[in-house]
């Protein structure tokens, strides 16, 4: 059996940051109320640091938390992903879009991963105007939940990008537990 993937704490941070812009203070604190273990007294304490790495799992639990409390579901954690990633890199992406599309962004996906996650593999099978086809493997630890917030930190990339009217479609994997997925996005630049 693999071992499951980390992720740097910034994750975490942005994601409740986003929480509350999005849903109030008191529901961040109902979410962090509801963290049990190691995670909720790191999270609660302020010991999680952006700079650290942490158990796959541990994301899981915060986005589990995240739904019971404002009754979402997949699709609400795809669209907080995608504000926490626009918010993030707002003024980074002017920068970059100026020398940049969409399309080559996306391409360079793994490099930038590197950097949130600590390993797994990015292939793009497929990727032209408007959208991308792309292959995860060793995702070790991921679960639905998870994949939809990775989804939609890649719609926050493209929105930042110009991009608007953004579909994903998993047509491989994506379910708890599964380390695989497939996908295809598409948009239309602004």
Do not use: C
């Amino acid at each position: 059996m693999s071992a499951e993937r980390k992720l740097k704490g910034i994750n975490f941070l942005g994601t409740l940051k986003t929480l509350g812009k999005q849903h109030g203070g008191e529901v961040r604190q109902r979410v962090e109320k509801r963290l049990s273990g190691e995670l909720g007294e790191s999270v609660r304490h302020g010991a999680l640091l952006a700079s650290g790495w942490y158990p796959a799992g541990w994301y899981g639990n915060l986005l589990d938390a995240i739904v019971a409390e404002t009754r979402g579901d997949a699709g609400s954690v795809r669209l907080l992903s995608r504000a926490a990633v626009a918010a993030d890199f707002k003024t980074l992406f002017k920068v970059v879009r100026l020398f940049m599309t969409a399309q080559v962004a996306l391409q360079q996906s793994m490099r930038v991963s590197r950097r949130y996650i600590d390993g797994g593999e990015i292939e793009v099978v497929s990727a032209g105007d408007g959208h991308i086809h792309y292959r995860f493997r060793e995702y070790h630890g991921y679960t639905r939940l998870m994949w939809w917030d990775f989804i939609g930190g890649i719609e926050g990339v493209l929105s930042n990008l110009g991009a608007e009217d953004m579909t994903a479609r998993v047509i491989a994997g994506g379910e708890d537990g599964d380390a695989h997925m497939e996908v295809v996005l598409r948009w239309r630049d602004r």
